[in-house]
């Protein structure tokens, strides 16, 4: 009996992230809110602008390297109370030697 691998074809546009001008859509959504965020409260177009592009930057970045890199952040901080390596207590071991005779 032959074993034959199974093919199945998949589109390019399913693997493919989502993303706006390059940055994943959260990313970039959160870097607008807060560009748009810092024009109203310092009332200065340029602040908002720079802080937009620097985001911007960042998120793109972000994509290129890991397109579900904020999911893993997210769930990072989420998982972080199961393994504290700052908490580690060592377990006590006992050896005996085993004479054979």
């Not at 199974?6 to 399913?14: A, C, G, H, I, W």
Request: proline fraction near 5%; include cysteine; glycine fraction near 6%.
């Amino acid at each position: 009996m032959t074993c034959q691998r199974r093919t199945n074809p998949v589109q390019r546009s399913l693997s493919r992230p989502l993303t706006i001008l390059g940055a994943e859509r959260k990313l970039f959504f959160f870097a607008m809110c807060l560009g748009a965020g810092t024009f109203n409260l310092l009332g200065s177009l340029l602040g908002g602008v720079l802080i937009f592009v620097l985001l911007y930057s960042a998120a793109r970045w972000a994509t290129q390297t890991d397109p579900q890199i904020l999911r893993f952040l997210l769930t990072a901080a989420r998982l972080r109370t199961q393994y504290d390596p700052m908490k580690f207590t060592p377990i006590a071991v006992r050896r005996t030697d085993h004479a054979q005779a």
